[in-house]
């Protein structure tokens, strides 16, 4: 079994389209148009890791089938990255282990703030079905008995900080940036495939907008770049349109995979 990254949703705060129905410039005749809020899963042959519970998440564990979940990555306390955070109830329900979750400072203390029933024991009927630990700056999954680094590395997003992750430095996805900080640069430099924040074309001060994520792309010169968190302005076809043969834009369901450190890409264009 290959390892395989999957991008489960690649839409921004309120998806596309918004729950109003908005398309913006999308159209709604591209099914790759249609885009939940962002979290990943790394798929091996041990275990599923999952990077963000958004609010869709039950949508994305139905979609693509997931049986189970080993632990959670957090990126950052915003709501459209941890909302679904409820929808992992189930995989405790399966075996009756707690299932680990690894966050900063900041986004631990929010999900202890807002959703202290999952991580306490407040009776039989509700038991702790999470447990909170820390997130280090290094972490490691394991396929066929062998560990695989994933790296997490602080960027700015507005006023709040968000974590990105590097598997095995070959793939970083980072999600929800607004400057990547230059101390770190060296760590994305010539991957083989960078998922990158693209909210629209406009300056945003929380997220990349497309020239921004572009000149990042340029910088680091990856093998492939994909573009993610992707707003109702950004109509996929139109976005493909006007940008470099080595990057395209992200939808709902692609997945990258990795054989003995090659990795491939299943329905990138």
Not at 27 to 38: A, I, Q
Not at 73 to 95: E, K, V
Not at 137 to 159: C, P, Q, R
């Amino acid at each position: 079994m290959r390892i395989k990254f999957i991008i489960l949703g690649c839409g921004s705060s309120m998806g596309v389209p918004r729950p109003d129905g908005f398309f913006g410039n999308c159209d709604p005749k591209n099914k790759k148009n249609y885009r939940t809020r962002c979290s990943a899963l790394i798929k091996t042959s041990d275990e599923n890791i999952l990077i963000d519970t958004s609010p869709d998440l039950r949508q994305q564990l139905l979609r693509h089938k997931i049986k189970k979940i080993d632990k959670v990555f957090y990126s950052h306390m915003h709501a459209d990255q941890t909302h679904g955070i409820n929808d992992l109830r189930p995989f405790y329900m399966n075996n009756q282990k707690q299932v680990n979750i690894y966050a900063d400072k900041e986004t631990s203390k929010y999900l202890m703030q807002s959703f202290s029933y999952c991580f306490k024991n407040f009776s039989i009927e509700y038991p702790a079905t999470l447990k909170l630990n820390k997130l280090n700056a290094s972490s490691y999954i394991k396929h066929k008995n062998k560990k695989i680094k994933v790296k997490s590395i602080t960027v700015k997003h507005g006023n709040v900080k968000s974590n990105c992750f590097i598997i095995d430095r070959k793939l970083a996805y980072i999600t929800d940036v607004s400057d990547i900080y230059k101390k770190d640069y060296s760590y994305f430099k010539n991957l083989k495939y960078l998922i990158i924040d693209c909210l629209w074309y406009n300056f945003h001060p929380s997220h990349f907008n497309l020239d921004r994520s572009l000149y990042f792309i340029k910088k680091f010169n990856p093998k492939n770049a994909i573009l993610s968190n992707l707003s109702p302005v950004l109509d996929y076809n139109q976005l493909k349109k006007v940008i470099p043969k080595n990057v395209a834009p992200a939808h709902d369901g692609l997945t990258i995979e990795l054989k003995n450190f090659f990795y491939f890409i299943c329905d990138l264009i």
